[in-house]
């Protein structure tokens, strides 16, 4: 919800510990009072969501069948009639046909 920042339980628990009178009553026991603030877990961290993230690409990439159609161009030049053996040998070799 808009407004409410997670307070995380060691937090709490230092805020207990202090020896304001207030802030020991707030925080009865090291834990947020009434319908407070949650206490339960950290957010995940942004390594965390990363390594998740790139988990859940894996299991995507893994569950398809992609299918490829390579091209092999003939020259660099763009023109017509014109083969350059050497670069289709090269391009040929780089895509593990040969």
Not at 41 to 46: A, E, Y
């Amino acid at each position: 919800e808009k407004n409410k920042d997670t307070l995380y339980q060691d937090f709490a628990e230092m805020l207990y510990g202090c020896k304001h009178a207030l802030l020991k009553k707030l925080f009865k026991d090291g834990r947020v009072l009434g319908n407070g603030l949650n206490t339960a877990k950290r957010p995940p961290t942004l390594a965390t969501q990363f390594k998740n993230s790139v988990s859940e690409l894996m299991n995507n990439l893994l569950a398809k069948s992609p299918h490829y159609i390579r091209c092999i161009k003939p020259n660099n030049t763009k023109r017509a009639g014109v083969f350059d053996e050497e670069l289709v040998r090269h391009q040929v070799r780089y895509l593990g046909l040969m």
